[in-house]
Every structure is written in C-alpha cells, then in structure tokens.
C-alpha cells in the first residue's frame, strides 16, 4: 500500500500525471490514493521528488487483540 504523507506534500500534482488509474485523489485539499484504484505500480512514489509518498505493509502493522 502507498501513502502520501500530507505534511510534506506540496501539492505539486506530479503524483498525478504518473498515475495511470487515477488513482491519486484530492479529498479537503489534500492529495490521497484511493485504495480501490490504485494497482500499487509504485510510480506516484518515484514521481514524488519530495519524498511524501511511501510504502507500508498493512500486514506488517500488529493486529490489536480483540
Ligand atoms: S502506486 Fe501506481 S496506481 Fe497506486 S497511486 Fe501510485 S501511481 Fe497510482
Ligand atoms: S508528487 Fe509528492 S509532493 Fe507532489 S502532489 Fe504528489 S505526493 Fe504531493
């Protein structure tokens, strides 16, 4: 999964024009991938020159006991 880290983001829409599934969405004012499109190709993250777009592992993430 990709993320855009909205505290560095400057909304230079570079992201944008590298995505091909439009996957790259402007909800508030601020840049958001849209999980339901976004085919995680990585080509946001090498667009971005400022380094707020990054990759985690959900799975990574400990789940919480229930
Ligand atoms: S990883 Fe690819 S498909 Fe997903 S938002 Fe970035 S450019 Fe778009
Ligand atoms: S390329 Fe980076 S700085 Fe530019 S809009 Fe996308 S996330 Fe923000």
Redesign the pocket.
């Known amino acids: 999964m990709?993320f855009i880290d909205t505290d560095t983001c400057t909304a230079c829409d570079c992201?944008i024009d590298?995505?091909?599934?439009d996957?790259?969405i402007i909800v508030d004012g601020q840049h958001t991938?849209d999980p339901e499109?976004?085919?995680?190709?990585?080509?946001?993250?090498d667009?971005c020159e400022f380094g707020s777009?990054f990759e985690s592992d959900l799975e990574s993430i400990p789940k919480q006991d229930v």
Do not use: S
């Open positions: 990709f992201c590298a995505c091909p599934c996957a790259i991938i499109l976004c085919v995680e190709c990585g080509a946001c993250y667009a777009i």
